[in-house]
Nanobody
Framework: QVQLVESGGGLVQPGGSLRLSCAASGIIFGNYAMGWYRQAPGKQRELVAGITRYGIPNLADSAKGRFTISRDNAKNTVYLQMNNLKSEDTAVYYC??????????????WGQGTQVTVSS
């Protein structure tokens, strides 16, 4: 069975930092591109950051300069380091595993999500 389990979300103040983790099981992790998507209430799910199986990152414009995506194949885990968080980053963040690095496609496997709330 395939499982993607996110962790690391929570409540932070604007300007703060969080590191999200997604632990994968049931897949050959090194064969998959991994991504972080988010969905705020009333809005469509959007890509935050993706990373290919070879470690090439792709960040949304809103994330550039603030967020970093990385992966540790030995731990079957992908991370999203989020710095200088803003209120507009508030959303449920979802982990995604896919065989093709086409980030606009809603393909592959999805985690259950972890809530990130940025508020004073």
């Amino acid at each position: 069975q395939v499982q993607l389990v996110e962790s690391g979300g929570g409540l932070v103040q604007p300007g703060g930092s969080l590191r999200l983790s997604c632990a994968a099981s049931g897949i050959i992790f090194g064969n998959y591109a991994m991504g972080w998507y988010r969905q705020a209430p009333g809005k469509q799910r959007e890509l935050v950051a993706g990373i290919t199986r070879y470690g090439i990152p792709n960040l949304a414009d809103s994330a550039k300069g603030r967020f970093t995506i990385s992966r540790d194949n030995a731990k079957n885990t992908v991370y999203l380091q989020m710095n200088n968080l803003k209120s507009e980053d508030t959303a449920v963040y979802y982990c995604n595993a896919r065989l093709i690095s086409r980030w606009t496609d809603t393909t592959g496997y999805w985690g259950q999500g972890t809530q990130v709330t940025v508020s004073s």
